[in-house]
């Protein structure tokens, strides 16, 4: 397959500590780019594309598909050589994309063929000297058993409930396989992992519209589209389902933390403990949004009843957890939708 390398500044690493991320032209990785270049580091993006909605902060950045052995080898090429390689790169979307049935074939093949790429890699550059690249490896929380999150009031997301094994999506599968390939990975080639369940992540410059969307920006597109006198939307299912949703800078923070701890490698929860019905949600971006917005509750994918972030134990290993409330993540998210719109029209 074609590469396409991409030069944004300077791609001579110098002195910095150089950081790969794979997956910077999604959501999160495009926000961990821009973090990790305030901290310092040489960065490298690779990704099918480039940032949807901003151009990215990379020193670096290789447009190419990493279900190409060859893309991967080239990302991952030892000049220059990485202190920290980033794994968001999937395929992957919201309810409407992950929960229909009708892609589960390519989530499955698609992100288990990039997993196995990075991993070969990995093991081969093990093998020389001077090899110490730490990497961390984004999981999901839609691994976890569908059986212990069927009551939305107390479901149960602890790091240690995942086995017996019964993720509610071929998603969550794909996921849980790839935690214990990088698992395997680390106990027979020595290498140095990281790995986060994250827990529906948000905020602006993330995918608003076209299927792939998660709930808190298609309810944030949904409002801002309508009049300025409001009107009605519709809400999958009766909304009473509920979740957690955590704002994308505290993930960013939940990951740097989790990548300079001296010991723990996880997996850990990455999450908010702040559930809320969506009926809930809803309601507060209809507060922030100030229209009079009724709701119309129709058949749609779902998911799981309950989910929502068990922080005791990155409080434990890490000492800190996401804090940031939901309603502000939300104000700022819904003010990015609603100027994408505007945009747009």
């Not at 990785?29 to 310092?40: A, F, Q, T």
């Not at 040489?42 to 902060?57: I, M």
Request: with cysteine; glycine share 8%; net charge neutral.
């Amino acid at each position: 397959m074609q590469i396409k390398e991409t030069s944004m500044k300077n791609t001579t690493k110098s002195s910095k500590k150089a950081a790969l991320v794979l997956g910077a032209g999604g959501f999160i990785g495009s926000h961990l780019v821009k973090r990790l270049k305030r901290e310092g580091y040489w960065v490298r993006g690779v990704d099918l594309k480039n940032p949807e909605f901003d151009q990215t902060a990379a020193d670096d950045f290789i447009i190419g598909d990493l279900r190409d052995r060859k893309v991967v080898r080239k990302a991952l090429g030892h000049d220059p050589r990485f202190d920290e390689i980033y794994q968001l790169a999937a395929d992957m979307g919201g309810a409407g994309f992950v929960f229909t049935g009708e892609h589960d074939f390519d989530i499955m093949h698609n992100s288990s063929l990039i997993n196995l790429n990075v991993l070969e890699a990995l093991i081969d550059m093990s093998k020389a000297p001077n090899s110490a690249s730490k990497i961390f490896y984004s999981s999901s929380a839609c691994m976890y058993p569908e059986y212990n999150q069927l009551d939305p009031d107390n479901p149960n997301c602890a790091e240690d409930s995942a086995y017996p094994a019964n993720p509610d999506s071929e998603y969550g599968w794909e996921k849980l396989f790839s935690e214990r390939m990088y698992l395997a990975a680390a106990r027979n080639y020595d290498i140095q992992i990281r790995i986060a369940r994250f827990h529906n992540i948000f905020g602006p410059f993330g995918t608003w519209q076209g299927g792939r969307e998660k709930a808190p920006a298609a309810l944030c597109r949904k409002i801002a589209m309508l009049p300025p006198e409001g009107g009605e939307i519709e809400i999958w299912g009766d909304g009473k389902q509920t979740r957690s949703f955590l704002y994308i800078d505290h993930c960013l923070e939940g990951i740097r933390r989790l990548m300079n701890s001296m010991d723990f490698i996880g997996p850990v929860n990455i999450g908010s403990e702040e559930m809320v019905t969506i009926n809930q949600l809803a309601e507060m971006i209809t507060r922030i949004s100030g229209k009079n917005v009724s709701y119309k509750h129709v058949s749609g994918p779902l998911g799981v009843r309950g989910r929502n972030s068990d922080n005791r134990l990155i409080k434990e290993k890490l000492g800190w957890e996401p804090t940031y409330s939901l309603f502000a993540g939300l104000q700022h998210t819904y003010k990015w939708i609603k100027g994408e719109i505007r945009n747009e029209a």
